[in-house]
């Protein structure tokens, strides 16, 4: 895929791996728009890319719905890339965790991607040509001691994204999942701080590279599932 004059939209785009894949995408010249839900990080990390912004709440039909009227308005309906990777992480043992604490986890990390993916499919089959691309974790193949809510909402992404991509198939839609292991950013801190990146754990940027590389293949080509980890993440 050639990204000159693409259009792109990136869910948890203010900060992270969203962030740095909006500024890689930008950089090669496609149009992206980033979501989030913090106004004053979405404005800071547009001015600092020179991409577009708007102030949306995945886990709300009603913010969802303001994103599509935006692409409605500005990009007249063309919609050539959607990169659902907003997430939310709050970790405790089953027993501590709260019934609220899986709803609010779920509804960014599953209920969010399939909202947006429902807005964005009339867009891309009308004209036969797209790329979803979801960003899961490698915690949805194992799950982990204290991670139950997190774990569990990225084995249902998984499902979904691998129910969509044999749907969408046959309309040239290609479907990705991208599994990144540990990395060093904002998920999981209440005050969604960027974590200071570690040498042996990944970045942001490994991930950011590992989206626009699997997007770059040609249009006639896809990678299912990818993973990507530290190569010594106790090091």
Request: aromatic share 8%; charged share 25%.
């Amino acid at each position: 895929m050639e990204f000159a004059g693409k259009t792109i939209i990136i869910t948890g785009g203010s900060s992270g791996i969203g962030k740095a894949t909006a500024k890689k995408l930008s950089d090669l010249g496609a149009k992206v728009l980033i979501t989030g839900r913090s106004k004053e990080r979405l404005e800071k990390a547009a001015n600092q890319i020179g991409c577009a912004w708007i102030e949306s709440d995945v886990s709300k039909q009603e913010d969802v719905n303001k994103v599509f009227d935006w692409v409605a308005e500005n990009w007249s309906n063309k919609l050539d890339v959607l990169i659902n990777n907003a997430g939310l992480g709050e970790f405790a043992s089953v027993e501590e965790t709260p019934i609220e604490s899986y709803h609010r986890v779920f509804g960014v990390n599953i209920f969010g991607p399939i909202m947006m993916v429902k807005k964005a499919l009339p867009l891309m089959k009308g004209k036969k040509a797209g790329s979803i691309v979801n960003v899961a974790s490698t915690s949805s193949m194992k799950g982990f001691a204290n991670g139950s809510a997190y774990s569990a909402s990225k084995f249902a992404l998984r499902g979904f994204t691998q129910s969509l991509m044999e749907e969408l198939r046959p309309f040239n839609i290609r479907v990705f999942q991208v599994n990144p292991s540990e990395v060093t950013t904002a998920l999981g801190n209440p005050e969604r701080e960027e974590r200071k990146e570690i040498d042996f754990k990944l970045g942001p940027e490994q991930l950011a590279q590992t989206i626009v590389s699997v997007l770059m293949l040609p249009e006639k080509a896809f990678v299912p599932e990818l993973s990507v980890w530290a190569t010594n993440p106790r090091n």
